[in-house]
C-alpha cells in the first residue's frame, strides 16, 4: 500500500479487489509506516531497503522516475520502468492511482496533456512538457511543429528533464527547428 507500506499488491486489480472487500483499508493508516511487510516476507516490495525519496507507487521498490518510467496523463503519477513494463505485459487497462483508462486516442492523451499542464507545477511537469513536445516533434496527436516541440523540450529542460535536453540535443545536431549547431548538441547531450 502506498498509504502505509505494509501490505503490497501484486496488481491495480488486487488492490482494488482487496479494498474492496474491506481487507487492508480497515487498518491501513493505523499500523504506522514501518516499511516492512505485514507479512514478514524479507526483500519483497515495500521491505525495509533504503529509504527511497519518491517511491514507485506500484512497487515501492524503485523510485518512480527509475528508467524508461510511465506517467498518467490524467493524473500525472510517475512509476518506474519496471512496473511500466509489466503493466504492458500484463495489459492492465488504467492508471493505478486514479483508474483512467490507457485505452485512449492520442488526441485524447494529448488533451490529457495539456489538462494536466494547467494544473499547478508539480513533479510530472517535466515530464508532461517533454512528452507534448514529442508530440509536436513528431507530429503524432497534434500537428507537427518543430518550434513548438522545442519550447516544450526547453520549459521541461529548464527543470533538469534529462530526456527534454537529449531532444534539444538532437533538434540542433540534426538542425530541426534550429539551425544545425554541433557545439551546441554537444552542450545539450
Keep these: 500500500c502506498g498509504r502505509c507500506r505494509l501490505a503490497c499488491y501484486c496488481s491495480a486489480e488486487c488492490q482494488k479487489l482487496h479494498w474492496k472487500s474491506g481487507g487492508h483499508k480497515k487498518v491501513c493508516g493505523k499500523e ?47 512509476f518506474c520502468g519496471s512496473c511500466k513494463e509489466s503493466m504492458q505485459e500484463r495489459d492492465i487497462p488504467s492508471c493505478p492511482t486514479c483508474r483512467a483508462s490507457f485505452d485512449v486516442s492520442v488526441e485524447e492523451d494529448v488533451r490529457r496533456l495539456r489538462q494536466l499542464l494547467a494544473r499547478p507545477p508539480g513533479r510530472h511537469t517535466p515530464v508532461a512538457q517533454c512528452s507534448l513536445g514529442e508530440t509536436y ?18 520549459l521541461a529542460a529548464a527543470q533538469g528533464y534529462a530526456r527534454a535536453q537529449f531532444h534539444i540535443g538532437t533538434c540542433y545536431h540534426e538542425g530541426t527547428g534550429v539551425l544545425q549547431d554541433s557545439a551546441e548538441a554537444a552542450r545539450w547531450y
Excluded: Y
Design 137 to 154: 516533434s513528431l507530429g503524432i496527436g497534434a500537428v507537427k511543429d518543430a518550434a513548438e516541440a522545442l519550447r516544450w523540450f526547453h
Design 32 to 78: 504506522g509506516s514501518s516499511g516492512d511487510r505485514s507479512d514478514g516476507v524479507p526483500g519483497a516490495s515495500g521491505g525495509g531497503g533504503a529509504a527511497l525519496k519518491h517511491p514507485c507507487p506500484i512497487c515501492l521498490d524503485n523510485e518512480d522516475d527509475a528508467g524508461d518510467r510511465g506517467m498518467c496523463c490524467t493524473c500525472g503519477q510517475t
